[in-house]
């Protein structure tokens, strides 16, 4: 399987504050990256496809970015609804889906 | 606008089959290029992908759990069931149900699961 590592777990941050989540696959996945959101509770949401497109409706201060086995998610000024755990997951080997363990942000 | 809505007894005894239900909304889970998959978060750990099954009712599982692993389609009541056989206590997770959808790149399509159920909390204990 391919593991797909987070960093950090969790950040503490600031409103307006530059955030950026790393994602770093065990092997080559290509382009094959999902972003997703989740806050307390909530449903996952889907942010980002292919590693850089935004899914419709997304605001455009979230940015994706990487191919091969290192992908990075940008927040480009965070705001009080942006904090809530980040998870990647890569579809290259799909059906056979796996996901990172999550990015929590924080105030 | 797609919803799911996850169903279920919060509360297996180990040995017993975990049974889940995903209610569907606002799509039909017999039409359309799309799938169905179960992904479940134990507490305080990641995702993980259980299985999948098609709008004609094919599936495909995780093979860490494929043995005890069953999906199904109730298309009368546009409802994805689960099945888990012989539950242990690494089974407790919350359970979530969501669409697994291909987008268009530029090079291929990539699979994303674009719609979520919020999750059901399962505890497996006696």
């Known amino acids: 399987d391919i593991q797909m590592t987070q960093s950090p777990s969790s950040l503490s941050a600031a409103v307006g504050d530059r955030v950026t989540i790393t994602c770093r696959a065990s092997?080559?996945?290509?382009?094959?990256l999902n972003w997703y959101q989740q806050k307390s509770r909530k449903a996952p949401k889907l942010l980002i496809y292919?590693?850089?497109t935004l899914l419709s409706g997304v605001p455009s201060r979230f940015s994706g970015s990487g191919s091969g086995t290192d992908f990075t998610l940008t927040i480009s000024s965070l705001q009080p609804e942006d904090f809530a755990t980040y998870y990647c997951?890569?579809?290259?080997?799909?059906?056979?889906?796996?996901f990172g363990q999550g990015t929590k942000v924080e105030i | 606008q797609v919803q799911l809505q996850e169903s279920g007894p919060g509360l297996v005894k180990p040995s017993q089959t975990l049974s889940l239900t995903c209610a569907v909304s606002?799509?039909?889970?017999?039409?359309?290029?799309?799938?169905w998959s179960w992904i479940r978060q134990p507490a305080g750990k990641g995702l993980e992908w259980i299985g999948r099954i098609s709008t004609s009712g094919n599936t495909n599982y995780n093979p860490s759990l494929k043995s005890r692993v069953t999906l199904s389609l109730d298309t009368s009541k546009n409802q994805i069931s689960l099945k888990l056989s012989s539950v242990t206590a690494a089974d407790t997770a919350i359970y979530h149900c969501?669409?697994?959808?291909?987008?268009?790149?530029?090079?291929?399509?990539?699979?994303?699961?674009?719609?979520w159920g919020q999750g059901t909390m399962v505890t497996v204990s006696s």
């Open positions: 997951q890569q579809s290259y080997t799909a059906p056979l889906y796996t």
């Open positions: 606002g799509a039909s889970i017999s039409r359309g290029s799309y799938f």
């Open positions: 092997q080559s996945i290509d382009n094959y």
């Open positions: 292919g590693a850089s």
């Open positions: 969501a669409r697994d959808t291909s987008f268009p790149m530029l090079r291929g399509v990539i699979s994303s699961f674009d719609f």
